[in-house]
C-alpha cells in the first residue's frame, strides 16, 4: 500500500509478483485451443472435432480459473498425436522448407489432407502417408 495515496490509488502490485502467482495455477496440460494453435490448425474446431471423433485423445481437468471441467491435452496425449498426425507448419520446421512448397509437394503426391467421410480437420495429415511420400 502506497500511503501517499487514498483509495485503489494506494494499492500497487509488482507484475512480476502476479505472472508468479497466476503461473503456479496454470494445468500442466495445454487447452485444445493452445495446442491447436501450436500444431497449426488456426481454427480450434478442428481440433475438437478430432477430439470428439476419437482420433486425438485428451485428458479432463479443472480450469483453476473458472474452476469448469475442460478437455485438454497433456504430454502422453501431445505425443500419441504427433506419432500419428502432422501438420504442415510441423513439417515446415522439421524440414525448413515453406509449407507451401510442402503443400505443393504433397499434392503431387497425392497426399491429401486427413479427412473420414465428409468431415473435415483441416490441414492435417497421417503422419505416415506423408512420410512416404516425402522420401520417394
Known amino acids: 500500500r502506497n500511503v501517499q495515496f487514498r483509495g ?3 494499492v500497487h502490485v509488482y507484475h ?3 505472472a508468479q502467482v497466476l503461473a503456479q495455477d496454470l494445468p500442466s496440460a495445454m487447452s485444445l485451443e493452445m495446442f491447436s494453435k501450436t500444431v497449426g490448425l488456426r481454427n480450434p474446431a ?11 485423445a485428451t485428458i479432463e481437468m479443472r480450469n483453476p480459473r473458472t474452476k469448469a471441467l475442460q478437455r ?19 513439417l515446415s520446421r522439421i524440414r525448413g522448407e515453406s509449407w507451401q512448397s510442402l503443400s505443393s509437394k504433397l499434392r ?4 491429401a489432407p486427413f479427412k473420414l467421410g465428409d468431415t473435415d480437420y483441416g ?3 497421417l503422419k505416415n502417408d506423408v512420410q512416404k511420400a516425402l522420401s520417394e
Open 8 to 10: 485503489y490509488q494506494s
Open 123 to 125: 490441414n492435417i495429415f
Open 72 to 90: 485438454y491435452i497433456g504430454p502422453a496425449e501431445a505425443a500419441a498425436f504427433h506419432d500419428r498426425f502432422v501438420t504442415l507448419r510441423i
Open 46 to 56: 478442428y481440433m475438437t472435432r478430432l477430439v470428439k471423433d476419437g482420433h486425438v
Open 108 to 111: 503431387d503426391a497425392g497426399v
Open 16 to 18: 512480476d509478483e502476479v
